[in-house]
């Protein structure tokens, strides 16, 4: 394949011009580098290097001007803005740069088409007028500051510009303008030199004046790449630029028009395929590259053009081990570098300048891989153990102190960290520049170089913030700090090193230009993204910029239309991903251009949906089969004691009991936030643990009762404190909480009160007793012990009582039974029934109390039901229950209890995983 810079230069030493002697002015950098590979094959004898300039160098020579870096051009703009502002008070530098940023677009567009800017800024402050009945006599001081912004855009233009010229610097647009005002006296000075422009194809109105004039004075020669095809079609966008340079240039009136190819309508093999998803066009991206190996191993004339910089991370994960070697052209957003996360974090924390830190935020920075790093000390890595001490202690808010006192080491970390920033950005910036030395201390070149990239960009970022805070002054809160840092995250990059000339090449759609490739894969060609849309953010509205003659959407869609079919152009091989999903705001809609590729018919469109393989999953139940190891590990949990509660786990789900007692697996305990559910529950029964205790064995009466009620505030605070731990209980959702515990305790005192004054009795026999008993079974031929603490047991009128506490709402109808087979195998039902007569038949086989008794809950969500009594019933629906618990009763649950036993050490029933709702 011939390439077009190849046919310029072959053209150019056809024409016996001197090559080391030419100005070569090209679209962009990269550009120039392949030029000078093409010359390498050209030339037959050495030669010194003719200057290779992009039109950005070319254009600031023409000028006087440097181009500084956008966040520069901000804080310099703001300068302007607040010493035009004089006595009247400024918009902060957070609220400015908003909209600061998308005037100079605009400023750059008006400079960049040479456009009066008189006609464009009046124009725009009449049409604001008008909208804002400027001629009523009773504006508002909302329309007045409205009007007086569109009013002041011609001053802020022109003193900004001033300003600039006078500095030696200028944004692009401001350069093209001095450019052309200074074109006349280089073409003076410069008359012997050759001038060759290859590549171009939208020219703004500054280079099309630049050139036409070059051209005019036979400084220059200019070469076009577009095909035939393209140009002939009165419609077709890829020709929309060079059908009207054609036409209107008076230059081309005596001279051809270099050059008309036909090189698209050449065979080519292009595939298209909808992928859903980033991450599957990514994939894809992958196995067409391996493919593509076994015929061209080296990736010769092979590119991926990436229309998302968001794939290329994706892409860059999803290449095959056949790819060696690579070069990244378009640079990676620091937004998607994963220390950009970190900085984040530290700047969600101290732009409110407060002292206390919600512990999560603690955890997330702390266990950030950068920082966790740096809290190893000897193998013993610190972060665990404060992070440990926070969930034990239910810290929610904690502050430096705090943390240094958790930690015996790394008190300077902390610092940097999380010591007070002040709301001031100076301290802000200085922080994160000794935090990126202190990790950078941690990582060597030979493990660590993509690190130790990501620190030096981050660095270099920060002290360009630093310099322009120092030289402007402008930064004065964490939040216009961090503001402005999101915007930087998203509009600087990280540039990649690799050769240029070799390997695959991978880089976005507007570093393609003027460059030419075999093997092709486009990815992201969605609507929306390729071309872009109508999206178009401007101070200018539509018809203003039609007038005037500066770009619309039109023509950027037409840009992005060009590039796109130029890289079709020579090809061979094309493959077209796009993203079939629909997205929030983007994807899901092919490209206009592919279906325009399908209805030209010029070539062979082979379409097809890509979808990844997804696995058939057959809903897993876990069994784990009673090894000898698994049923010595049963016989030790059976000298040690079952619970009620380890039993009705079993009935609820044997996964989950095999992985508690026989693995010892626990719970993972976060820190409650929010009391939870069951510190309630706990709080209420040590609560009546305190007061009742001392009662066992003697009559209540209402006195003491009495007496309970006045104790209640103090006592729930104190076991709240000893539970809760460190946590905070005195405002919020905890408050309510706390509030909720002394009512329960309260309305159950209550209870208790106006049962007496009925003219019961009651007396404590025990209250949070730990009762066991062992249960022979001869299938086993060992003793099974059940143990369990049983939370009161009474004397109400000479009938005793066996109860359970429940914080949360229990109903009648879950402590009564009809079948007594279903005791074992239905928990949501019976699991309450379950553990009541457990704990009546552990104390009756003691013998600690005598047949008949009654055994019940109370539940302090529903207190007004009373005792809710165990009862049997012959049917579901009758009304007749017997709720005395008789001999007959602990035979039939004895037998129940056994089954259940025998079933756990079953070695031929595996523990198998239960489809059960949790319990309440």
């Known amino acids: 394949m011939g390439s077009f810079i190849k046919s310029v230069l072959i053209s150019l030493k056809q024409q016996n011009h001197d090559l080391d002697k030419i100005c070569f002015v090209l679209p962009s950098k990269r550009a120039g580098v392949f030029l000078k590979r093409e010359l390498t094959e050209v030339i037959d004898k050495p030669i010194f290097a003719p200057q290779l300039l992009s039109i950005q160098e070319f254009v600031e020579d023409l000028s006087g001007l440097k181009q500084p870096s956008n966040l520069e051009l901000l804080f310099s703009f703001y300068s302007t803005y607040k010493n035009l502002r004089g006595t009247s008070e400024p918009e902060p530098f957070e609220s400015f740069s908003k909209w600061a940023q998308l005037l100079l677009q605009d400023f750059n567009e008006i400079d960049r088409y040479l456009i009066p800017q008189d006609r464009v800024f009046d124009y725009l402050k009449a049409i604001k007028e008008l909208n804002h009945w400027s001629l009523e006599g009773n504006q508002t001081d909302l329309i007045k500051n409205h009007l007086k912004f569109w009013h002041n855009l011609k001053l802020y233009y022109k003193e900004f510009s001033a300003n600039l010229i006078a500095s030696q610097k200028g944004y692009q647009g401001l350069i093209y303008r001095e450019a052309c005002e200074n074109l006349e006296s280089y073409i003076q000075n410069h008359k012997d030199k050759l001038h060759v422009f290859l590549g171009f194809n939208a020219l703004n109105q500054s280079e099309s004046r630049i050139i036409q004039e070059l051209l005019q004075n036979d400084m220059a020669l200019i070469y076009w790449d577009i ?54 066009q990514a994939k894809l991206i992958g196995q067409l590259l391996d493919n593509i190996s076994h015929d061209n191993p080296n990736f010769n004339n092979v590119a991926v053009v990436l229309s998302e910089e968001s794939l290329l991370v994706p892409v860059l994960n999803s290449l095959p081990q056949s790819v060696k070697s690579l070069n990244v052209t378009m640079g990676l957003p620091l937004k998607f570098v ?91 910036l200085k922080r994160c520049s000794e935090l990126i030395f202190q990790i950078k201390k941690k990582y060597t070149p030979s493990q660590h170089s993509l690190e130790l990239e990501y620190l030096y960009r981050f660095k270099t970022l920060f002290n360009q913030l630093e310099e322009l805070n120092t030289n402007f002054n402008h930064l004065d809160t964490i ?62 509205p539509y018809d203003i910029k039609l007038e005037n003659g500066l770009p619309t959407f039109k023509e950027k869609d037409a840009v992005y239309t060009y590039h796109f079919y130029r890289l079709l152009q020579r090809a061979k091989k094309v493959y077209i991903l796009y993203n079939t999903e629909i997205d929030a705001l983007k994807g899901g809609e092919k490209s ?86 069951n510190t309630l529950g706990t709080v209420i029964h040590n609560t009546l643990e305190t007061f009742y205790k001392p009662l066992e064995n003697i009559f209540l009466t209402v006195e003491q009762l009495t007496e309970f009620k006045t104790l209640i505030d103090k006592t729930v605070a104190e076991e709240f404190t000893s539970i809760y731990k460190k946590g905070d209980f005195s ?74 506490y429940k914080s949360g709402k229990v109903e009648q109808n879950k402590v009564e039974i009809v079948n ?62 017997n709720q005395s618990i008789t001999e007959d009763t602990i035979d039939a649950f004895e037998a129940e209890l056994k089954k259940l036993i025998l079933e756990i050490f079953d070695p031929n029933i595996d523990f198998v995983e239960k489809k059960l709702p949790n319990a309440n």
């Not at 062992?774 to 031929?781: K, R, S, T």
């Not at 195998?825 to 007569?837: A, C, E, G, I």
């Open 227 to 280: 095909d035939k095809t393209f140009i002939d079609d009165t419609i077709h966008d890829a020709g929309l630029f060079m059908r009207a340079y054609s036409n209107n240039w008076s230059y081309f009136k005596k001279h051809a028009f270099n050059w008309v190819s036909s090189h698209y309508k050449e065979h080519k093999d292009i595939q298209v395929f909808g992928v859903p998803k980033h991450v599957g």
């Open 338 to 428: 994963p220390l950009a996360s970190l900085f984040e974090s530290l700047f969600a924390i101290h732009k409110n300048n407060s002292n206390q830190f919600y512990y999560k935020d603690i955890v997330k920075i702390i266990s950030h891989p950068s920082i966790n790093l740096l809290f190893m000390d000897q193998k013993i890595n610190v972060s665990r153990d404060i992070v440990g001490f926070i969930q034990k202690n239910n810290l929610v808010y904690l502050d430096t102190l705090e943390l240094k006192n958790i930690s015996e080491t790394n008190h300077d970390l902390i610092d940097v960290l999380f010591k007070s920033w002040e709301d001031m950005p100076s301290i802000a």
């Open 479 to 540: 939040k216009g700090l961090h503001h402005l840092f999101k915007e930087l995250l998203s509009s600087e990059t990280l540039d990649f090193k690799g050769e240029p000339l070799e390997g695959l090449q991978i880089m976005g759609m507007l570093e393609s230009r003027v460059l030419d490739f075999e093997t092709v894969i486009i990815s992201a060609v969605n609507e929306g993204i390729l071309p872009g849309g109508k999206s178009d953010n401007s101070f200018i």
């Open 592 to 677: 206009r251009l592919i279906t325009q590729l399908e209805i030209e018919g010029i070539h062979d469109i082979k379409h097809a949906i890509v979808t990844p393989k997804v696995p058939v999953i057959k809903e897993y139940i876990e069994r784990i089969h009673k090894t000898p190891s698994v049923m010595e590990a049963l016989q030790k949990l059976a000298v040690k004691g079952f619970s009620p509660s380890s039993l009705t786990n079993y009935i609820r789900n044997p996964i989950a009991f095999y992985f508690e007692k026989i693995l010892g697996i626990e719970q993972f305990e976060d820190v409650e936030e929010n009391i939870a559910a």
């Open 731 to 804: 405002k919020g959702k905890n408050l309510i909480i706390f509030e909720i515990a002394k009512r329960y305790i309260s309305n159950f005192i209550d209870t208790e009160i106006n049962s007496l004054k009925d003219g019961n009795t009651i007396k404590i026999i025990a209250i949070e007793t730990e009762e066991s008993t062992v249960i022979d079974i001869d299938e086993l031929g060992s003793p099974i012990q059940l143990k369990g603490k049983v939370d009161r047991i009474d004397e109400f009128n000479g009938k005793t009582r066996v109860i359970d």
């Open 820 to 881: 007594w087979g279903d005791l074992t195998t239905d928990y949501d039902k019976y699991s309450k029934s379950f553990q009541v007569l457990c704990y009546a038949y552990m104390m009756l086989r003691k013998g600690r109390i005598s047949l008949p008794i009654e055994a019940g809950i109370y539940s302090f969500k529903n207190l007004n039901a009373g005792l809710l009594k165990f009862g049997q019933k012959p049917s579901t629906n009758s009304r007749t229950k």
